[in-house]
């Protein structure tokens, strides 16, 4: 149940590469350096879309009354003391672990699935594989938020609103991974590869995890990255299906926003604390983040 | 190279990940708790989810400590508003609903139509206390069939909060008695008033016109509803009467136009943007936290004045029900009634300022007066329970609450806003009720 | 497609597997031949069948459902009620809210989706440059995107907050009176706005700039060469070389901006745990479907709200993609051919 999307498709030129490796022989670049102009701009950009984040930390070491000041830099020596507060107010490490749960569970089946659909998509010869893929490609428009009132249904008759299940079993697969999965394996495994293992004997599994899988491994994590965030951020159906008792972490965050009175340093404490881990993991993994958002764009 | 780093960043993710199903493991193991192996055998955990500020920390420790093979599992949720909105929700589910459920006063009348969902309390002999609660509060929680399902918590009586400082600073009197003299009369004594001090100060006299409406709807004798359970608010004169007397007023200034139960994060309670506040008991918890929240203290100078406009009025309260979905209904029933105690009742109002709805307890309130220290030492016990007297338990219809809320709610805030006229904001008022409510 | 795979018959008979042609070895052969030849044809399916099944179930049955739904009356807590026929569309057609919230959600996705691409467009070209710290420029511009949607919804309330938040008071050092963030429908739709764009502008520049890094460097330096500024490069050079990825952003910006729920669910809580605003100015279509259903408990008018919003998706989704498909062919072979025109003159003058 994801908000956007997350690659776009962008055919590589075919000199692209070639050109791309000249230039970083910075040869005849001379019209491409950057000025001051380019780094003022984007240091300004950075520090003013940053600010928001540091400024909530600010408030959330503080009191009520640091939103009130017009640009609080300087932390308070509140912040823990709020946080406290916060996992007072809310089953903080209980929404983490459910969080984390769910996420981790759909990322495994969305990353099996895709890679095994989109392993046959791109590769295996089948009837009726042209005609499955359009469908395929057709679906990854519908948002699965508008079957939320069937869903609800459905769930109710299983007895499984309340529980984790009920959050994970909607999104155990989505047809963005299998055309993702299609897209990159088709152009990284050879056939001839595959046509050498079937010389060799090997199962179609066989061939699948031998061949297929370590071929997939960079594409499966960025997916994977992707997919885990899409279900970290989600919030409409967990509303909906969890209760207050047993929250995501969405869910429980939200409900220090309201209540008969609400301490601002308090809310901004659980944004702050509530970020840390994808901040950890940001700092940890950026660089592979970011490298998966651009070959996603260019490999989709 | 690239592999390499994906693995890396795999591996993070599933490193936290086992740090966190270990972390998430030791919460539930908690959450579930340790079975006792050594007590009578028979562990029985009871949930229970409350909303707002219910004070009932402490009792769920106490009744732990009487019946240690009980275990009470509880959850509040923030505002009553959302409260409703899980209660239907699982209602719509199926399942889900704790052993106990608290349901508000407001709501009660959209509970009432589906009442069969919720245990008949008399099974578990609450007849017998019926006379331990004012008798609107227990004929609140029968249905037409005279199932009884909920026991009566606590009562929402109104008195005048005010902020002494900024009366005196207006030259108006500023001590509990003095403004009780001042304001005593209907509600054209309070707007009369409330024009002497805007114009002496040029500040507002309440907070926003929302909570006003409220209280001038709820101490009528009937509503949005006539007692036979119409639909009564196109062409209800007396209603359109109080619409316009308030409109009046908060065009002329006398309302601050402050978002309910937000007030800038309780500053406004701080920094003299109003003096009145309309006070149900639970409130007085309310008003506190928020001007703690907002950097205030005791020394604010918000007191508790006894008078109310109009008469008296009530506003609130809640009962402690049963759904059927329970498993442990007899033990939940137990509990639900050790809770609403007379006794119990007083231990509340003293954690969450809840005023109590059995009469022995109102009248152990009123014997011995407990100062508030928040409140200027007022005793507020004992003037919540003089303000209950009189109040009559006004038929609430199964829409009463989206009526307060969605219907009345915007034409209301663009009154406070003076985007609309008297006229406009109650035929958009009409119109919103023709949308909402079928 | 055809079901008869010559190249992998070959690949069996394939002369790899000399065996002495006594019979129990053809025997053998033959059943491991056919085995393998059940595995070649089933294993698509068993590969492909775990996604399909469960997209049947989680994905279409609710798709489908939703319209079983709409079609009847079906209040939350009483369950499915008389077959009504289309009367939830026509009243859902009739509501000044749905369109109320259709209007919020399309001026929310324009003040998101337009400001967002053009900012991101400049980013990328700035990031496109030899920069030094290439790494910490661009982790430093995705930084928002790791802060969850209730999360920035939390920050931004208080960002906006109209009494005493961070906004109100920066205009007010310029003499700027305080901007009415919720109550004002155009205000509390840049709020809201802002709070998407915040979280998706660095996500989309490393989109573009990927886009951005595949058009041939070539192009430029030729222009640059006949003497085209770095402004006119961006525009007769870059702009239509990415097209293609720009409506690639503004598509999933659509189907995105289509869905927002938790930023106007959180900006105001105070009516009914949130439904877009006192007098709905910023409630958008999956917040009233949400109320629809969830408050007013009215599970036949909210599948119809859904089903209506499904269309008009599509209706978007297919708009676009006609739109791109034609810039796209039209763009390329203009591209293409000026590219080569470029590189021959180019090659032409060095050489």
Known sequence: MTAQPMMAPVRPSPESSSARKRRRGGGSGVALRPGFLSYGLLLAWILGSAYPLWWSFVVASGTNATRGETLPLIPGGNFLANAARVLDAIPFWLALGNSIIVSSVITISVVTFSTLAGYAF?????????????????????????????????MRELGWTGTLGAVIVPTLVTAFGVFFMRQYLVGVIPDELIEAARVDGATQLRTFFTVAVPAARPAMAILGLFTFMMAWTDYLWPLIVLSPQNPTLQTALSQLQSGYYVDYSIVLAGAVLATLPLLILFIAAGRQLISGIMQGAVKG | MRLSRATSAASIAAGTAVLALVASGCATDTATGPNEPGGNGKQIELTITTFGTFGYEALYEEYMDLNPNVRIVANNIDTGGNARTDVFTKLGAGSGLSDIVALEEGWLGSIMEVSDRFVDLREYGIEDRGSDWVDWKYQ?????????????????????CFNGPLFEEAGLPSDREGVAELLDGGWDRYFEVGADYLAETGRAWYDHSGFVWNAMVNQLDEGYYTSSGELNVEGN???????????????????????????????????????TFICPGWMLGVLQGNTEAGGGSADTGWDFADVFPGGAANWGGAFLAIPETSNNKEEAAKLADWLTQPEQQIKQFEAAGTFPSTLEAQQELAANPIPNAFFNDAPVGEILAGRAEGVIAQFKGPDDSLIQENVFGPPLQALDRGEMTADEAWAEALQLLNELVD | MTDTLPRTAA????????????????????????????????????????FFVLFAVTGLFPLVYTLVVSLHDWPLLQGQGDFVGLENFATVLGDRFFWNSIGNTLSIFLLSTIPQLAVALVLASILDQHLKARTFWRMSVLLPYVVTPVAVALIFTNVFNEQSGLVNNLIGLVGIDPIQWKNDVLASHVAI????????????????LAAMQAVPRDLHESAAIDGAGAARRFFSITIPSIRPTVIFVIITATIGGLQIFAEPRLFDVSNAGGIGGSQRQFQTT??????????????????????????????????????????????????????????????????
Do not use: C
Request: net charge positive; charged share 20%; no cysteine.
């Open chain 2, 237 to 275: 004169a007396e209603l359109r009467a109080r619409f316009d007397q308030l409109a009046e007023a908060t065009l002329s200034g006398q309302s601050a136009a402050q978002s309910a139960w937000d007030w800038n994060g309780g500053q406004s309670f701080v920094d003299g943007t109003f003096a």
């Open chain 3, 193 to 208: 706005a802002t709070m998407v764009n915040w979280r998706w502008t660095g996500y989309n520049t490393l989109i573009l």
């Open chain 1, 122 to 154: 791109a590769k295996l010869r089948f009837r009726g594989r042209e005609g499955l893929l359009v469908f395929v490609i057709a679906t990854m428009a519908i948002p699965t938020q508008l079957g939320i009132i069937p869903l609800f249904i459905v």
């Open chain 3, 11 to 50: 690949a069996g008979d394939a002369p790899g597997t000399p065996s002495p042609a006594d019979a129990n070895g053809r025997t053998r052969r033959r059943r491991r031949w056919s085995l393998s030849r059940l595995d070649m044809a089933a294993s698509p399916y068993l590969y492909i069948a775990p």
């Open chain 2, 140 to 160: 609140q929680a029968t249905d037409p069939d005279g199932r009884v399902i909920g026991y009566g918590t606590d009562i929402g009586p109104e008195g005048i």
């Open chain 3, 286 to 351: 999956v917040l009233y479907l949400w109320e629809m259903a969830f408050f007013r408990g009215d599970f036949g008018r909210a599948a119809a709200i859904a089903w209506l919003l499904f269309l008009l998706i599509v209706a978007i989704g297919l708009v676009n993609f006609a739109i791109s498909r034609r810039i796209a062919s039209v763009e390329t072979a203009r591209i293409s051919r000026r590219a080569q025109r470029r590189l021959a003159a180019h090659q032409g003058g060095t050489r």
